[in-house]
C-alpha cells in the first residue's frame, strides 16, 4: 500500500515509526512532516487543509490510504471532500467525516449527544454571541472553580479554569466577542467542574465494531508537580496506575459501548479514531471531551504497545473488516518524556540545532519521535514548542521512565527543558 500522512507533528511521525515495518505498506509519504519522518519516507509539501492539492497528490502519486492527523482537516470535512470526489472516492481516508469530527469541533453539539445518550459528563450550559446575559447568569449559579471553554476548535487552548467568578466573567465576554481565541469562542459552554485524575482512552471505530487501545494518562502543566500553566502535553505514561479492570469495565458499558449506539441512532457515521477525555471521579468515568484522531503525546506510548499490524488495522477499519480484527496489547509500560523549547507554551526561539551525544548507543526500548523539527542546510533543527518525544518502554513505568529519561539526556540543543517527574506522579 502506498500511504500519505497528513501532519507535521509527534502523533505523525509516530504513525509512521508503527507502520514502517508492516509488510502491506509499499511506500509512505508525509504531508508536510518534519526531519524526523523524512528518515522513513518522502516529506511532500502539502498543508492538510487545501484538499483539492491532497486530492492532485492522491491521484498523481496512486496513494491508497490517507491518514488523516490533525483535527482540522476532519472538521473541516476532508473525508466528505474524498467521498464526493469519484477520482479519489475508492482511497481509504482514515478519520470521520464532518458530522462525526463535530464530536471535537463543537463543545456544545458533544455536550448535547452526551446528554441525549445519558453518557456521564459535567453538568453544562452553552450560550452563544446574544446570550451574555444568561451566560453569566448561569456562571452565578455554579460553585468554583469555574470552567469556561471555547466550544470551536482552539488548539487546546480554549479552556479557562478559575476560583474568581469576575475572571470567569471576564472570559466570557472576551470569548463571545471574538476577542480570546476567534470564532471558536463565539459559543461558550460553561462547566461544572469535577474533581478526579484523567485518563486518555482510544477506540478504533467503523460505527459498529470497536477495538479499545491501551489507556493513557498525559502531563499537561508544563511544570514539575503539575505546575505552571497547560501545554499540549509535556509527557505520558501506559498503563495508567489508578484504571483498574473494574474502572475500564464501567469505561466500556458507561461510554464507549453508549457512544457508539449513539452515532448509530443519531445516524451519524464514524469510521476512525475516537479520543474520550475521561475524569475518574469517586471510582466512576465522566467524559471530559471527545477527540476525532489520535492524541498527542499519548499516541506515541498508545502505539508502541500495539502488538497488532497498525496498517493492517487501518485497512479492515476502512474495509469494515474491523470486526474480523483481534487487537493484541502489550503487557509492558511505555513512557513518553517531551522535550520542549525554552519559553514554551510562551513564546520561544526556533532554529536551534540538535544533536545526540555520540557516546549514547540507542537500546532496544527506545525511540526518538520527532514533533517540532525540521531540517536546515542537513541539519536538524527546533521547529516548534515541543521538539521530541522521548519514548522508553520496559517491565513497569519505572523502567520505561528511566530509558525515556536517559534518551533526553542525550538529546542536545540550546533551551531545552523538560519534567523531571514523568511516571513518578500521578
Known sequence: MRVLILGSGGREHAIGLKISDSSLLDATFFGPGNAGTEELGTNVPLDPMDFPAVVEFVKTERIDMVVVGPEAPLVAGIADHFAKDKSVAHVSVIGPKKAGAALEGSKKFSKEFMHRHRIPTAKYGAFGKGEVREALAFLKKMKPPYVVKASGLAAGKGVIVTEQLSEAESAVRSMTRGEAFGAAGREVVIEEFLKGVEVSMFAVTDGHAWRLLSPAMDYKRIGDGNTGPNTGGMGAISPVPHVTPEFMEKVKNQVVIPTIRGLQ??????????????????????????????????????????????????????????????????????????????????????????????????????????????????????AGGRVMACVGMGADVKQAAEKAYALAEAVQFEGKTHRSDIGTIA
Open 265 to 382: 441512532r443519531d445516524e451519524i457515521p464514524y469510521s476512525g479514531f475516537l479520543f474520550f477525555g475521561l475524569m475518574k471521579v469517586q471510582g466512576d468515568p465522566y467524559v471530559i471531551e471527545y477527540n476525532c484522531r489520535l492524541g498527542d503525546p499519548e499516541t506515541q506510548i498508545v502505539l508502541p504497545l500495539l502488538e497488532t499490524d497498525l496498517l493492517h488495522l487501518m485497512d479492515g477499519l476502512a474495509s469494515g473488516l474491523l470486526s474480523e480484527i483481534d487487537v493484541t496489547l502489550s503487557p509492558k509500560a511505555a513512557t513518553a518524556v517531551i522535550l520542549a523549547s525554552k519559553g514554551y507554551p510562551g513564546d520561544y526561539k526556533k532554529g536551534a540545532p540538535i544533536t545526540l551525544d555520540s557516546a549514547f548507543k540507542m537500546a532496544p526500548g527506545q525511540q526518538l519521535v520527532h514533533a517540532g523539527t525540521t531540517k536546515k542546510e542537513g541539519q536538524t533543527v527546533t
